[in-house]
């Protein structure tokens, strides 16, 4: 470039005349000077681009894109907001519970659910003791309750 400043300001001095002969003596010299650097060099290549290049990978970013405009990205809070506001949200709950006298029919189910979680402790208890207990018992207690019909 600075070659190229030098010929025309030259030129621009000598005159009409002067200036064609020298501007096209100095592109002949650039041209030589590029052909043999060519020759020596790798000419660099333009990288491709996995997003452009990969229809499923545009797919993705284009849903990603849309999806962070309006919002709907999932794990948006952090996980230590969310558990406080879990939180929060359960102490709301049972300080309106607890201000609250619970109806006759709220009472009635508590009753009836706590009757249900005994059975199933006892039903849990049973099954655990038939298994830990000996095999001849068990076998025993099985031949006291059959009945011999046919005599």
Known sequence: MLLYYKTQV?????????????????????????????????RPRKLFNPVLESSSRRALHRELL????????????????????QRRLEQHREREQASHPPSDLEQELHKRRQRLLACEQEELRRREDLQNMPEFVRVRDNLRHITITGY
Do not use: Y
């Open 66 to 85: 849309v999806s962070h405009r309006w919002g709907l990205l999932p794990e948006q809070k952090p996980e230590l907001k969310r558990v406080l506001e």
């Open 10 to 42: 030259v030129s621009q001095r000598m005159g009409q005349k002067n200036q064609k002969t020298e501007s096209s003596s100095c592109a002949s010299t650039a041209s030589q000077q590029t052909t043999e650097g060519q020759d020596d060099l790798i």
